[in-house]
């Protein structure tokens, strides 16, 4: 898949404000600093359509990008900031569970894990969420130019066994830096929009 066109469609925290219309969606999700920006950014080609920031948790609300007028991406807020209140954290986990559990045009998502680390409770628990939602996924592990390929061949057992990964579903090294694993998201991406 090409993609030829990206516009910024809108921002939503409840359902209300979520756009209208029935193109389908595909939504990226994952811990703050995971690389999600510069993932999108990389996909779409736009260096600048997915704010990159080295603040982490600065993007609070859920961003919704319409792409070649076929389908809407949707980044979903990062979560697992440590830096933020208690009751902040609660109002991201209810966030992302409310688009998860109730968005009809929804085909797929993307978790974003960095390569170099174990999955955390949350990434897990994100995971166990789209299992448990039936919602079709794919595991996209970021910054793979950090590693040698023997340290990935180690990592990818970690992070495998750490999900655990369930047998449907890839895992995905990519790059924002090479553009490694690009065409493959953007196959995934494709087999969802026409689902
Ligand atoms: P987000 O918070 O998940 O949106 O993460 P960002 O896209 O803002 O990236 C967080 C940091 O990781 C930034 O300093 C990026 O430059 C860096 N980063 C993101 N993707 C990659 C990658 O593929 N390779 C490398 N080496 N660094 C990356």
Redesign the pocket.
Known sequence: MKIVSAEFVTSAVKPGGYPPGNLPEVAFV?????????????LVNRKGL?????T????QLINFFKINDAFILVDLP?YGFARVPGEVKEKWGKMIEGYLKHREPLKGVAL?LDCRHTPTAQDRQMYQWLLHYGVPAVVVA?????LSNNQWAKQQSVIKKALPLAPEHKLIP?????GRGKEEVLAVLEGWVHS
């Open positions: 994952g811990r703050s600093n995971v690389g999600k920006s510069s993932l999108i950014n990389k997915a704010r990159t920031s080295k982490p948790g600065r993007t990062g974003l970021t910054k793979i130019d950090k990519f790059s924002a830096e090479t």
